[in-house]
């Protein structure tokens, strides 16, 4: 089946097509957050049976800045041949949204919709409404913010409030230059004096 991609809803990005190849055996479609959940309960009444994965991606600075991403199987739940179980229907439905819009889980449609979400919320910050247990599920619970965001500080909020340790004698080695020993003493000395030895 050749891969096909709904037309843009106004106001909404489409998919990078460098990022997101086509993909030769599955559809790829885009809904507006509002239409989200009757969309979903028509794919289960479909026979989409099994969600094979639910993640988000951050476009900032798009507007709206984050991809919820749903990948699901249609898998005959009838008797059937050979050919009809070897080649089941493959689809990613993909939906924009912004921080602090409502979302309604999936869960009562996929149970497995359940960590899913709760990583999302845990890594991007996206909540789900309707969530039997929204609560961290990765990081620790008294953690600052959300890594996978692309505003994230590289070092971690709490490092980054804290001034960088300076590297021993880095502003005299040129690059290429073999190491000597002579930083590795410099910067123990440099940890002997911040100790007080």
Not at 2 to 10: E, L
Not at 60 to 72: A, G, K, S
Not at 145 to 150: M, V
Request: overall charge neutral; charged content about 25%; proline content about 10%.
């Amino acid at each position: 089946m050749p891969s096909t991609q709904t037309p843009p809803i106004a106001g909404v990005a489409i998919d990078p097509t460098s990022l997101r190849p086509p993909i030769d055996d599955a559809t790829i479609e885009r809904v507006e957050r509002s239409n989200l959940r009757v969309r979903l309960e028509t794919l289960k009444a479909e026979g989409y049976t099994m969600l094979l994965d639910l993640g988000a991606v951050d476009y900032m600075p798009r507007e709206p800045r984050f991809d919820l991403v749903y990948h699901f199987l249609k898998m005959p739940i009838v008797a059937s041949s050979v050919a009809e179980v070897g080649t089941p229907k493959r689809l990613r439905v993909l939906c924009a949204v912004n921080d602090g819009d409502v979302i309604k889980t999936a869960v009562d449609l996929w149970q497995n919709a359940d960590w899913a979400e709760r990583e999302i919320f845990d890594l991007f910050g996206l909540s789900f409404q309707g969530h039997p247990d929204m609560r961290r599920i990765q990081m620790p619970y008294d953690w600052e913010g959300h890594p996978l965001r692309k505003d994230y500080p590289l070092r971690g909020p709490g490092n980054e409030r804290s001034p960088r340790p300076p590297f021993a004698l880095k502003s005299n080695v040129q690059a290429g230059t073999p190491p000597t020993g002579r930083t590795l003493e410099a910067l123990q000395e440099q940890v002997k004096k911040a100790q007080g030895k």
